[in-house]
């Protein structure tokens, strides 16, 4: 038998140490086109450690064939473990149990009303049996102040496109 998979001992208070970012964890993913050179609809998605590793297709709503996951999969996926890895935290510091919650992160990828862009549109759902709404909301919105995926949707993340010489 083995053991339970024990949580990494993260908080919201001795981890923000410091005047400028420190990485606590990096990885890269590269993607490749496929066979119609387009990354998005025929691409191959792989991290530099090779754990992730998985075929890229546009979903049947886009015109693809939809035998492969889409990067609003990969997105809703990522922002809804995220978010429940910080409200896991902070719910431990409130001492309370945070092993009945989940969270759905509904993705929907569209255009932009201002410029014609592609934009998506984020909606979470967390389910915490057992506790009312008066516990849950603040714990909520420590959990979106926490949470790095919520404060990219709500304030932005710093990027750099280089072209690879």
């Known amino acids: ?59 049947a709503e886009l015109g693809g064939d939809g035998r492969g996951t889409n990067p609003e999969q990969l997105f809703a996926a990522g922002f809804a473990a995220c978010f429940h890895g910080a409200l896991s935290v902070v719910a431990r510091q409130a001492a309370l149990d945070p092993a009945a919650i989940s969270v759905e992160a509904t993705v929907a990828f569209g255009h932009s009303p201002q410029d014609g862009g592609y934009v998506l549109h984020i909606d979470l759902v967390v389910s915490w049996p057992g506790v009312t709404p008066e516990v849950a909301t603040p714990l909520l919105q420590r959990a979106d102040a926490l949470c790095p995926y919520a404060r990219m949707a709500w304030h932005g993340t710093p990027t750099t496109i280089t072209l690879a010489s």
Request: proline fraction near 7%; avoid cysteine.
């Open 1 to 59: 038998m083995t053991e339970p998979i024990q949580p990494h001992d993260l908080s919201t208070e001795k981890d923000l140490d410091g005047n400028s970012f420190a990485p606590l964890y990096t990885t890269a993913v590269t993607v490749t086109g496929g066979t119609t050179a387009h990354g998005r609809a025929s691409g191959r998605a792989r991290s530099d450690d090779g754990i992730l590793d998985l075929d890229l297709r546009l979903p």
